[in-house]
Structures are given as structure tokens and as C-alpha cells.
């Protein structure tokens, strides 16, 4: 949503004094931002009323015509009129109040104006260069004054927020719910005009939501996997070649992948931990799923006990077949040293 504005009054007085309550009583909204532009002869000392909190943004002037721009929050608002305080007598004072809807407060109400830039002229038009703005969805807007009493026509594309005559000044705000670094205004005839514009930050609706995805950090892990480890792994001597071997890594995550390894080890270790993934990878390691029944494990199992078997089979028959040749061996020898010996 773009901000938006509504008015809440611009007053125009004309009496002599230090301190002055003038104007409608006011109520503002709960926790917006209150734009509040003054017009004196010298800064505020103090603005108070209607449960608002205001902080001095900037002030500017030129011979003895003086714009001030505070902004505000009202946690717990009244209905009140505003008091403009100020430390000597003002000539005149004139000021309004505007309060900005969809406004990013996220740092507070003076972290929602981007920029300020005060400007004046002595002419028949104002105009105000904001730099380049921060974001395409912000705000523009700002108030001036001029030494006549008179009306003061709001710059192209903006909207007229308030205007109040006096006696011998006049007021006027103005707002774009968009950006513009040119903050104009233009009168009927020659006077002294001076004004402050201002960047207004808006509300991104992405930054103020919770996201509903998940953090990959909380995947789920299970502890205590069954792994086999190269602990008691069969010798070379008595193995079959390492292409018809399968092993088990010593690390078990619940990965629905077996691959074979170029080692056949053997043991019941305890894997530490094991990650669950679902991913469906090959690697260098066996991974085994401590899951009740695991007919891959199972036909591992049975390929390891076939192979010693095997193995055991193989070293019996080879030890009978040595023992025979030796015993034959040893009967042609003595054979043949008996009849050496007769001859």
C-alpha cells in the first residue's frame, strides 16, 4: 500500500505572544506518523497536546520567516488542542498538522523521514530539490509560508493538505504519494517565501509479514545408528578379490543409498550419530537404515558369512591338498634315495 494522508487542521494566528493553544482540538490516531509544520519568527522551545510526542526534525529561515518541522506519535492519544511553546513574543505563528498512514516506524518516527531540505525565495514561486529518493514507494510532501496574505497554489501532482491566512502570512501543505525532488509552490504576487519538504518512508508489507517456510536447520536426526566398522576386517591372505567385496561405513546416515567399497570389514560398532536425509545419493561408503527389518543389510550379512565360509572351505582343502603333496613328496624322495643308495 502507498502512504496516504489525512488532515487534521492548519491555523493561521495572529496574536503576540510567547505561547499559543490556538486552533481545533484534535484527535490523532494510535501510533501513525504526525507530520507538524510551524510557522514563526523563531524555533519552538516546545509543541505538546492530544497525547502526542514530538521531535524537532528541522528548522529553517530566512531574514525573520522561519518553517520548523517536527514529527510525532501519539501512543495514547485525547482529543486536545496543541500548545506551541516558544522561549519570546512571535509576531505571528501559523501551523499544520497531518498525520501519514502505511509509514515504515519500524526505528521510530524520525528514522521514517528519509530527508529534509528547507528552502526560500523572494519571488512569486518556491521550489525545494530533495535528493534522489530511497525507494520508489515513498512519499513526498511539505508546507511553506510567505509574507502575504494570500493564496498558495500546490505544485504539479501534488495534493493540497491544508491552508490558513493571517494577517499578514499564509500557510500551506502539500503531499504525492510518490516520489517528486521537486517540491514546488507558486502565489499572485512578490513575497518572501520559505518551506520545509520532506521524504517519507513506506511501509513494505514484505518486511512487517512472518514467512512460513521452513529453516533447512531443522531437519530431523536420529542417534545411534548400526554401522559396521573396518574394526575387524578379514586379511587380504584370506579374502576373495576386492571387486565381489561389500563393506558398511563406519558412518550410518538414513540414506536410502548402498554402494560398495573396495574394503570388506566387519563389526558392530555404534555409529554416534546419524543425520536423516532425503536425498538419494551413491558414495564410497555403505550407509545401512537402522530400521527393523533392512533386506539390503540382510543380503550383506549373507554375502560376508557366504564368503568366510567359502574362504574357510577353500584354506581346509588347501591345507590337505599341501599335506598330501608333502606326504607324496616325501615317499618319492625316500624311494629315490633307496635306490640311489642300492645302486
Request: overall charge negative; aromatic content about 6%; hydrophobic content about 30%.
Amino acid at each position: 500500500m502507498p502512504v496516504s494522508h489525512t488532515h487534521l487542521a492548519t491555523v493561521q494566528n495572529a496574536g503576540n505572544a510567547n505561547t499559543y493553544t490556538i486552533g481545533p482540538s484534535v484527535t490523532p490516531p494510535t501510533n501513525k506518523l504526525l507530520g507538524f509544520w510551524v510557522a514563526s519568527n523563531d524555533v519552538p522551545t516546545s509543541v505538546t497536546g492530544a497525547g502526542i510526542t514530538f521531535t524537532q526534525i528541522l528548522s529553517t529561515i530566512s531574514s525573520t520567516n522561519r518553517m520548523t518541522f517536527f514529527v510525532g506519535i501519539a501512543a495514547s492519544p485525547t482529543t486536545q488542542q496543541i500548545t506551541v511553546n516558544f522561549s519570546g513574543n512571535q509576531n505571528e505563528i501559523g501551523w499544520s498538522l497531518v498525520y501519514f498512514d502505511d509509514v515504515d516506524l519500524s526505528g521510530g518516527a524520525a528514522a521514517a523521514i528519509v530527508q529534509a531540505v528547507g528552502g526560500a525565495n523572494n519571488n512569486t514561486t518556491l521550489s525545494i530539490n530533495l535528493s534522489s529518493f530511497a525507494n520508489a514507494n515513498n512519499a513526498t510532501a511539505g508546507a511553506m509560508r510567505m509574507f502575504l496574505n494570500g493564496n498558495i497554489t500546490a505544485g504539479s501532482g501534488f495534493t493540497e493538505m491544508g491552508e490558513a491566512d493571517g494577517t499578514d502570512t499564509s500557510i500551506q501543505s502539500q503531499f504525492k504519494n510518490s516520489p517528486d525532488t521537486t517540491v514546488d509552490w507558486s502565489w499572485g504576487s512578490t513575497s518572501l517565501g520559505v518551506g520545509i519538504a520532506v521524504e517519507i518512508k513506506f511501509l513494505n508489507p514484505e518486511s512487517s509479514s512472518v514467512s512460513p517456510s521452513v529453516s533447512p536447520s531443522s531437519s530431523l536426526s536420529r542417534s545411534a545408528s548400526a554401522s559396521v566398522s573396518p574394526s575387524s576386517s578379514i586379511s587380504p591372505s584370506s579374502s576373495v578379490s576386492a571387486s565381489s567385496s561389500r563393506s558398511v561405513s563406519p558412518s550410518a546416515s538414513l540414506s536410502p543409498s548402498i554402494s560398495g567399497s573396495p574394503s570388506s570389514s566387519q563389526s558392530p560398532s555404534v555409529s554416534p550419530s546419524s543425520s536423516r536425509s532425503p536425498s538419494s545419493s551413491q558414495s564410497p561408503s555403505s550407509s545401512i537404515s537402522p530400521s527393523p527389518v533392512n533386506n539390503e543389510l540382510c543380503v550383506d550379512l549373507v554375502c560376508i558369512s557366504f564368503i568366510t565360509d567359502y574362504d574357510d572351505k577353500y584354506q581346509v582343502k588347501n591345507t590337505e591338498y599341501e599335506n598330501k603333496y608333502s606326504e607324496q613328496g616325501t615317499q618319492y624322495e625316500d624311494t629315490y634315495n633307496s635306490k640311489d643308495g642300492t645302486c
